[in-house]
C-alpha cells in the first residue's frame, strides 16, 4: 500500500535499492511513518524553518519532516546507496529537499541554509554526541539554529537532561543545560527499529537559550567541569588543584565549600566558579 506522501513503503525502498543495514554506519532505519512524523512534529511548527536532518538514511525521518511541512529540508547523508531512494523523496516534494552525499563531521552545511534553522536528526549514538557538541560550543552564542531535535541511546539522553546529584550529572549535562533548555521528549523500543540495536533510545529537544543561564567564559568554565567531573569522587579542593594554585580561595570566593564534590554542584554554582577562577 502507498503512504500518505504517495512514495512506496520504506520496506519496498530498502528492498528496491538493496539498503541492507550496515553497522559500521550505526544503519538502525525507522520504517514507521507514524513514527517518524512524531518524530517530526517534536521539532515544533517547521512551516517557516529550514530543516537540518543529518543521517537520512532510505528517508523515513525526511518523509516525517516534509509530511508535516518544513519549508525546505537539507539532508547529509555519508552512505551513497542511499542516494537514489533519496532523489524518490525529493521528486515527490518538488523544490523541498536537497541531498549532500558527505560525512556531517568534516562538512559544516549550516552555512548551506537560511534561518531560522533547526536541526533534526536520528544518527549513530557516536556521531550524535560529537555533533551535539560541536553545535553546543559555536564561536557565538546565540547559535545559528534554534532548536536541537536528536535521537540518542536512552543513557545519553538522561546524562544530556540529568539534574545535579546522581551519576548521569556530568560535562554533557551542564554544556547543554548552560546554553540550551533540553528536555527527553520521546522514549522508542529497540524494536522501532529495523534491525533493532541492543538499547533504547530517546529523542532529546534542546531549545537554544538566547543568553547562556549564568554568565561565564564557556573555555574556562570548559575546563573547571572537565577538572571536576575527571575525578568527580573527589572533593573539589583537590580534583580542582590544576585549574589554580589558590583554588579553595577561590571555591570560597564563589560561595562553594571546598569539600563538595563535582555532582552536588549546580550550575549557576560551576558559572559562579569559572567567573572566581577567570578574576586570577
Ligand atoms: N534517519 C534514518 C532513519 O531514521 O531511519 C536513518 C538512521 S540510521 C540510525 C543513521 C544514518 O546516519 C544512516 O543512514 C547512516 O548511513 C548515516 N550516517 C552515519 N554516520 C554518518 C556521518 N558521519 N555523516 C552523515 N551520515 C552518517
Known amino acids: 500500500m502507498a503512504a500518505i506522501d504517495g512514495l512506496p513503503p520504506l520496506r519496498e525502498v530498502i528492498a528496491t535499492h538493496g539498503l541492507s543495514a550496515k553497522k559500521s554506519l550505526g544503519q538502525n532505519f525507522l520504517l514507521d511513518l507514524n513514527l517518524t512524523a512524531k518524530i517530526a512534529r517534536q521539532a515544533g511548527d517547521l512551516s517557516q524553518c529550514d530543516v537540518l536532518e543529518i543521517g537520512p538514511g532510505p528517508g523515513g525521518l525526511t ?3 516534509l ?9 547529509v547523508e555519508k552512505d551513497a546507496r542511499c542516494l537514489p531512494a533519496l532523489a524518490e523523496v525529493a521528486a515527490a516534494y518538488p523544490g523541498r529537499l536537497e541531498v549532500i552525499n558527505a560525512d556531517a563531521l568534516t562538512l559544516n552545511p549550516l552555512e ?7 536541526i533534526v536528526a536520528n544518527l549513530p549514538y557516536n556521531v550524535g554526541t560529537e555533533l551535539l557538541v560541536r553545535w553546543l560550543t559555536p564561536p557565538q552564542w546565540p547559535p545559528v539554529w534554534q532548536s536541537l531535535t536528536l535521537m540518542f541511546q536512552k543513557e545519553v539522553a538522561e546524562r544530556i537532561t540529568a539534574q545535579p546529584g546522581g551519576k548521569a550529572y556530568g560535562r554533557l549535562a551542564i554544556l547543554a543545560q548552560w546554553r540550551s533548555d533540553a528536555k527527553i521528549v520521546m522514549s522508542l523500543p529497540p524494536e522501532a527499529f529495523t534491525p ?11 531549545v537554544a537559550r538566547p543568553e547562556p ?5 564557556p573555555a574556562v568554565l570548559s575546563r573547571v567541569v572537565a577538572a571536576a567531573f575527571n575525578q568527580r ?7 580542582l588543584k590544576g585549574v589554580a594554585p589558590d583554588i579553595e580561595d577561590r571555591l570560597r570566593t564563589a560561595g562553594i565549600a571546598p569539600t563538595e564534590r563535582a555532582e552536588q554542584l549546580s550550575i549557576e554554582e560551576f558559572c559562579a566558579l569559572a567567573r572566581a577562577v577567570a578574576e586570577g
Open 63 to 65: 518523509r516525517g519532516l
Open 67 to 75: 509530511a508535516e511541512g518544513a519549508r525546505r529540508v537539507l539532508a
Open 112 to 118: 548551506h541554509l537560511t534561518p531560522p534553522i533547526r
Open 196 to 206: 533493532p540495536p541492543k538499547i533504547h533510545s530517546s529523542v532529546v529537544h534542546l
Open 213 to 217: 543561564l549564568f554568565p561565564a567564559d
Open 233 to 239: 569522587r573527589k572533593m573539589l579542593r583537590a580534583s
